[in-house]
C-alpha cells in the first residue's frame, strides 16, 4: 500500500515512473526539448538564433515520442514553447527589416555598421544585387 493508503500514489508505482523516469531516453530527451523550447523566446531578441533552437526543439520533441502512443506532456510544452520561440523570432526580424528599410536613422546606422564589418555599405550590397536604393 502507497503513503495514503491508494496504490497509485507510490513512488515506485509504472504509471507515476512513466512521465517522471529520469533514466528513461525519451524524458530526458522531451526534457532537453523543454529546455531549449524555453530558450527559444528570449533568444530570439539575438540573431535569430531563437528561431534555429526552437526549430530545433520541436524535432526533439516529436522525437522524443519515440514508439510511444502519446507524446510526454514535456514535448508537448516544447513543441508549444518552440513553436512561439519561432514566430517571435521571426515577428522581430520582419520588424527589424522593416525598421532598416523606412526609418533613415536605422538604415545609416546599418550602412556605418556594414561598412565597418564588410567594408562595403548595405546599400551597396543591395545595388550588387540589382536592387534600386532610393537616395
Given at each position: 500500500m502507497g503513503d495514503f493508503g491508494d496504490e497509485r500514489y507510490r513512488f515506485d508505482n509504472y504509471n507515476y515512473n512513466k512521465t517522471h523516469n529520469e533514466l528513461d531516453p525519451h524524458v530526458s530527451l522531451a526534457g532537453v526539448a523543454l529546455v531549449?523550447?524555453?530558450?527559444?523566446?528570449p533568444l530570439c531578441f539575438f540573431l535569430n538564433i531563437g528561431v534555429i533552437i526552437g526549430g530545433i526543439a520541436i524535432v526533439l520533441a516529436i522525437l522524443s515520442k519515440g514508439a510511444a502512443d502519446k507524446i510526454l506532456p514535456q514535448a508537448k510544452r516544447a513543441i508549444l514553447y518552440g513553436s512561439f520561440g519561432i514566430v517571435l523570432g521571426y515577428g522581430v526580424f520582419a520588424y527589424n527589416l522593416y525598421s532598416v528599410l523606412t526609418n533613415p536613422a536605422s538604415r545609416r546606422q546599418l550602412n556605418e555598421m556594414s561598412e565597418q564589418i564588410n567594408g562595403v555599405s548595405f546599400d551597396d550590397m543591395l545595388r550588387q544585387?540589382?536592387?534600386?536604393?532610393?537616395?
Open positions: 531549449m523550447g524555453l530558450l527559444s523566446i544585387l540589382g536592387v534600386s536604393v532610393d537616395g
